[in-house]
Structures are given as C-alpha cells and as structure tokens.
C-alpha cells in the first residue's frame, strides 16, 4: 500500500509540469470533457490524456463517463481532501494563462448553447425563497438533486453542500447544468447520468435527497421515493418539489404521504408555494425514527 508520504511525492511530481497544472486550473472550477482540455489548450487529445492519466494516477483528478464524453473533475469525497485543498491553494491567482484557459472554456459553452439563461416566473422564485429559508438552519452535506434538469437547484444550494450531485436522464439537460454551474462559479457539484428507480449511489450516500418535480408524472414513484430513502444517510431530509398546476394539491398531499409512509419515511406537512394561488407543494421528510422533522 502506497504510504502518505509516497503519495504525497507522487502528486508533487504531478505538479512539476505547466500543462498538467492548467488542467488542474479548469478541473478545478467544474467538470471538463477531454474534448473541452484539447481545444482550451490547443493541444493533441493523445497528450493530453496522457497527462490527465497521470493527475488521475496521483489522485487528483477522477475520470467519469457521461454518455459519450468522459469528464475529468477534482473529487468530491472526503478521503484525503484536506492535502488536495492544500495542494490546489499552491496554483497561483494571478496566473494569466490560466484566466485565457478559463474564458475559453466559457466562450466554449456559450458558443455550443450550452449557456443558456432560463428564465423563472414568480412562483419559482417563491420556492426558491422558501428552499433558502428552509435550509439556513439544515445542514446539506452532501446533497443530490434527482430531475436536477438545467441546474437551478444546484445553482441555488450547491454552494452550501459539502458536495453536490445532479442526476437527470437528459443529456442535453446535463450539458446546460455543468456550463451553467461553470459561469456560476460553483465547484463542488458534479452532473450525472441516472435513472430514479435505480440510482447509481451507495445506501445511505447522502445527507440531503431532492426529489426535484419528477413524481408529477413517474410510473413508479413509490419506487422513486423508496430509492431516495435508500441512499438517505440516518438523520437525512428528503425534499420533494412538486408542481401543482395541472394537479389536485389535496389529492397529490395525500400520495405523497402514502409513498413516504411505505419507505418508511415520517412526513412534515407540506407547504404550498405560494400561499395564494399555489403552483407548488414542498414537503419535508426523514427517516421515521428521527426525533425531529424539519417543518
């Protein structure tokens, strides 16, 4: 087993090269195809995949598949974390290569359509305030967004998780969130390809699950709800964000309920956004052998 300090030698070595620190430079900032590093560097994709090898070797990249693109990214778990921040503080701020290579990947994303602003109407800003209000007191953790779509929950909270995860079918969709997440600013969250009734995450993965506006028309949503519980750590929340315009709010209450009861899962009342003239319930729950249930 390689020792700490062996480790630690190796990802020194890493780093003693400008290219393979201006890749580090935009993984850094979010998740880069291998596609993207090739033409923000003007480099041949065999050289830099050979250096993307070695950061991965070393630990300090992580390669993902995402349909037909591979992403590289900096990782996300907590396992030695502590040295790679310390690690990532050396890169320089004032380092004008690295602020071309960032604005190139923008102009990029912005070139391909993938940057896109989407617009929101009144009563989406109403559940982002009360998302906000919600969770200045809670804890996230580490959060998943299921149905994460464009990224606007992501864009909304991502930033006050430890780490956060998208998970959406729709590759298009996926596509928008990471140019979107890129421009934002927000570095901790990571865009995935899953499927609600199987989702690709450990039992009790995470501290905060939203279920984000995907039971409205799911086939199987006490599945959905019975996968979301799976990957909920003990003393977790369940956020379920659903639409009510083409719905009866007292009837989709009560299957929310019903679905939440046979995961085993204790459900707060849930709320009406807005008050007057509702387009949206969101409704809390957790583990039912928890003492308290956010409200």
Known sequence: MESSTERLITQLKAFADPV??????????????????????????????????????????????DGHFVYYRVPLGSEQAAQRRRLF???????????????????????????????????????????????????????????????????LLGSRAHRAVGVDIDADARQ?????????????????????????????????????????????????IGEASRILRPGGRLLVLAQTANEDADALRKRIAVWCGASGLRLAPPRQIPAKNPEWLLAVASAADDATVAA
């Open 20 to 65: 393979r620190l201006r890749l580090l430079a935009l993984c850094v900032r979010g998740e880069c195809s291998v596609t993207e590093l090739t033409r923000v560097l003007s480099l041949s994709q065999p050289r830099i995949s050979q250096h993307l090898k070695q950061l991965c070797d070393a630990g300090l990249l992580e390669r993902f598949r």
């Open 176 to 224: 928008i969130a990471r140019a979107e997440l890129l421009l934002a600013g927000i570095e901790n969250c990571s865009l995935r390809h899953g499927d609600m009734y199987e989702l690709p995450f450990a039992d009790g993965e995470f501290d905060t699950v939203i279920l984000d506006d995907v039971l409205g028309d799911a086939k199987r949503p006490m599945v959905a």
């Open 89 to 155: 503080a050396l890169l320089p701020d004032d380092e004008p290569a690295y602020d071309r290579d960032f604005d190139k990947l923008c102009a990029l994303r912005e070139s391909t359509g993938q940057a896109v602003p989407e617009k929101d109407n009144a009563s989406v800003r109403s559940l982002h305030r009360a998302l906000i209000e919600l969770t200045v007191t809670m804890p996230l953790g580490d959060l998943v967004d299921i149905g994460s779509g464009r990224g606007r929950i992501l864009k």
